[in-house]
C-alpha cells in the first residue's frame, strides 16, 4: 500500500509546531562549557537545530510545495523526511498507548525524539555504538526535552523499531512484542526484510509516497493497522496507458491556420521543408518522407535492388512489420537471434552464417534506440559492399538517437524511421528514407510517386506506387521537430528515472547509454511478467508485453533455434512512458512494482 502521509494535513500539523513553542524548547540547550568535545558537540546540536541547513534534506519529490523537513526557516527543529512516515505511523496508530518502547537505531535520532516528546511519547531505547560526542548531545536533548532513554539495552522489548538498516537488527532475533518494524528505503535493506521479516511473523504493510520509507507489521496485527492507514492510500483516478498521443496547442494552431487558407493537402512545399529540417537535423544529404514506417522498407529493398526470391537477414526481435517489409515484395526473410547486450542482430553470428551461405540483404534493427558499440556493424557494411549484399537500417524506434559516428540511421546505404503514434516524434502515421546516395534517393522518389519524378503529370517511366505523405502529416511533423530537444532529453530523463527507483529488485534493464541513446520505450525484462502485468493492469497502469518472436507468428511459422530471442521476449515488458506522464507518475507507477515484488508470496 502506497500512503499519502500528508492528507488531511495530519503530519504537517505535527511538524508545523509554532515556532514559539520551537523556540521555547529548543533554547533549553545548554552547551557544555569546556572539554575538548565542546565544538563537535555544539556542531552536531547546531545540526539538528539550526535552520539554515534546509538544503542538507531532500525534497518531497510527489508533493513539491511540501518542504522537504517540513518547516518554514522560524521553525528551529529540522525533521528528516525518512522519519516522516514514521511520526505518521506512532501518531496514527499508537496515539492511545503512549507507554509503547519505541527502538531507533542510527544517531540521527534527536531530531524524531523531540518530536514524539512533543506528541507525547517518552519512552525510548537508542540501539547504536555512539561516539563519545554523540552520546553527549544525546544526553543534552534528551535531558532539556523530558525524554528518557536506555542505551544498548538488547535485552529490553521494544514495541516499535524505527530506522532498521544497520547489522544490530540484521543479527538480532525480534522480541515478540514487537509490533511495528520501520526502515528508511534502501535496496539491501528493502531486500533483507523480504526474505527475512516474514519468516519472523511480519508482513509488508505500507510505503510513504515519496519512497523515502517502508514499514513491515506483526501479521495478526496487519488487518487492524491496515483498517486505520488504507484511508490514506494513494488511488489513481484515471488510468496509466502504455502510451497515448503528446499534442499542444502548437500544433492545433498550425494546423487551424493552414485549413484557413487554400492548400494541397498532398504533400506540397511544407513536405519539402519537412524532409529539409530532418535531413539537416539528422547530417544527413537526402531524407524522403512516406505514408508509414513499413512501406518505407519494402521502397528501401526495392530501391537497392532486392527482388522477389531473394533471401534477406532480419532479427527475430522485432516488431513483425520488419519481416513483412520483406515478405511484402517477394522476397524471403531469414530470422536471426538477438545480441543480448543490446536486443539488436547477432552480428558474429550472422558473419558466421555468410562464409556458407550466400543473401542478397540484411536489415539491422535498432532496437530502442540502441545500436552496434563493438564496430563490428560497420566492418559487416563494408563486407557487405564488397559481397554485393544490401544493408540497410531500420531505425523506427531511434529518431534523435546517436552512435560513435553521430545520429543513427545515416551510415549504412538506407536509414528507414518511423513516424507513427508512439514515437519520439509523430505525425500519425509516416515514414521516412535517409540516404547520402544521389541515385537511391532519386529511385526513392520515383517508387513513392507512380515511378514518376515530376508530379502532375501521367508519364510513368518506371514502375513505382503511391506512398505519398499529406501537407497535414508534414504541419504536425514540423511542430514536432521544434520541440525535438525537449522530446529526447525527456524520454531519457522518464527512462533513468525508472531505472533509479526499480533498482535492487529482480529486474534486468538492458545497457543503455544515456548520452547517446533515446529510449523509444522503458523496457524492462521480469521472470513473472505475466503475473506483474496483470498486476498492474488491475491497478490500471496499462503495459505492454514486448515483441514475441517472429517465427512464432502464425504467418510466419517455423521451427528456429533462437534462444535470446526466446528469452527476452518471454521477460520484456514495455512500461508507461508517455510524454504526458510527471515523475510522480513515474514513482507510483514504480511503487506499485515495487509493491508487487514486496508482497509477493514466499
Not at 533549553?28 to 539538528?48: H, M, P, Q, T
Not at 498507548?97 to 512533543?118: A, F, Q, W
Request: proline share 4%.
Amino acid at each position: 500500500m502506497i500512503i499519502n502521509i500528508f492528507k488531511d494535513m495530519t503530519l504537517r500539523k505535527i511538524l508545523e509546531t509554532p515556532s514559539n513553542q520551537i523556540r521555547a524548547i529548543s533554547s533549553k540547550i545548554k552547551f557544555c562549557n569546556s572539554g575538548e568535545d565542546y565544538d563537535l558537540v555544539k556542531d552536531r546540536i547546531s545540526a539538528w537545530f539550526n535552520p539554515d541547513r534546509i538544503t542538507q534534506y531532500p525534497t518531497s519529490r510527489c508533493y513539491p510545495e511540501v518542504a522537504s523537513e517540513q518547516r518554514k526557516p522560524e521553525y528551529q527543529i529540522a525533521l528528516y523526511p525518512a522519519n516522516h512516515l514514521t511520526l505518521f505511523l506512532i501518531k496514527l496508530l499508537y496515539n492511545e498507548r503512549k507507554d509503547v518502547l519505541i527502538e531507533d537505531i542510527g544517531t540521527g535520532v534527536g531530531h524524531l525524539l523531540v518530536y514524539l516528546n512533543y506528541l507525547g511519547f517518552n519512552n525510548f531505547h537508542v540501539i547504536e555504538n555512539f561516539s563519545q560526542t554523540t552520546q553527549n548531545v544525546l544526553d543534552l536533548v534528551t535531558k532539556n526535552f523530558n525524554v528518557e532513554y536506555k542505551l544498548n539495552q538488547e535485552e529490553l522489548n521494544p514495541v516499535i523499531i524505527n530506522n532498521v538498516g544497520v547489522n544490530a537488527i540484521y543479527i538480532r532475533k525480534i522480541a515478540p512484542e514487537t509490533e511495528l518494524i520501520i526502515s528508511y528505503t534502501n535496496r539491501k535493506h528493502e531486500e533483507w526484510a523480504r526474505n527475512n521479516l516474514p519468516k519472523q511473523g511480519f508482513k509488508f504493510l505500507c510505503k510513504d509516497q515519496d519512497d523515502f520509507t517502508f514499514a513491515y507489521c506483526r501479521e495478526d496485527k496487519y488487518e487492524e493497522f491496515k483498517r486505520e492507514i488504507e484511508k490514506f492510500e494513494i488511488k489513481k483516478n484515471n488510468p496509466y496507458r502504455q502510451y497515448e498521443p503528446s499534442f499542444d496547442v502548437y500544433e492545433k494552431e498550425a494546423i487551424c491556420k493552414y485549413m484557413d487558407n487554400p492548400g494541397f493537402i498532398t504533400e506540397y512545399k511544407l513536405t519539402e521543408q519537412f524532409e529539409k529540417e530532418i535531413a539537416r537535423y539528422l547530417g544527413v544529404k537526402h531524407a524522403i518522407v512516406v505514408n508509414n514506417g513499413t512501406i518505407s522498407l519494402s521502397l528501401a529493398l526495392i530501391a537497392a535492388g532486392i527482388k522477389a526470391g531473394d533471401e534477406v537477414i532480419v532479427p527475430n526481435l522485432t516488431m513483425i512489420a520488419t519481416a513483412n517489409a520483406v515478405k511484402l515484395i517477394g522476397a524471403k526473410p531469414i530470422l536471426f537471434d538477438v545480441d543480448p547486450s543490446n536486443l539488436c542482430l547477432d552480428i558474429p553470428k550472422v558473419r558466421e552464417y555468410l562464409e556458407n551461405r550466400k543473401v542478397e540483404g540484411i536489415i539491422y534493427v535498432s532496437l530502442n534506440g540502441r545500436w552496434d558499440t563493438s564496430g563490428e556493424l560497420m566492418k559487416l557494411y563494408d563486407f557487405c559492399n564488397n559481397k554485393g549484399i544490401v544493408l540497410i537500417e531500420d531505425a523506427a524506434q531511434s529518431f534523435g538517437s546517436h552512435n560513435y559516428r553521430g545520429t543513427i540511421g545515416k551510415d549504412l546505404l538506407i536509414g528507414s524511421f518511423s513516424f507513427s503514434m508512439p514515437k519520439i516524434i509523430t505525425t500519425g502515421q509516416g515514414g521516412c528514407l535517409v540516404t547520402n546516395n544521389d541515385y537511391l534517393a532519386t529511385r526513392l522518389r520515383e517508387l513513392k510517386d507512380f515511378g514518376r519524378s515530376t508530379g502532375g503529370c501521367d508519364e510513368h517511366p518506371k514502375f513505382g506506387i503511391n506512398s505519398k505523405f499529406t501537407e497535414l502529416q508534414a504541419i504536425l511533423g514540423l511542430e514536432q521537430l521544434k520541440k525535438i530537444h525537449y522530446r529526447t532529453a525527456r524520454k531519457r530523463e522518464m527512462y533513468k528515472l525508472y531505472f533509479e527507483q526499480l533498482q535492487g529488485y529482480p529486474i534486468e534493464f538492458i545497457p543503455t547509454n544515456l548520452s547517446m541513446t533515446v529510449p523509444w520505450f522503458v523496457d524492462i525484462y521480469v521472470g513473472q511478467r505475466d503475473r506483474l502485468e496483470k498486476f498492474l493492469r488491475d491497478k490500471e497502469i496499462y503495459t505492454r508485453p514486448i515483441y514475441p518472436p517472429i517465427h512464432t507468428q502464425k504467418s510466419y511459422l517455423e521451427f528456429l533455434n533462437t534462444p535470446v530471442t526466446t528469452v527476452y521476449s518471454s521477460k520484456g515488458l514495455w512500461l508507461p512512458c508517455s510524454f504526458n506522464l510527471k515523475d510522480e507518475d513515474i514513482i507510483y507507477i514504480c511503487n506499485q512494482i515495487k509493491l508487487f515484488f514486496d508482497s509477493r508470496e514466499e
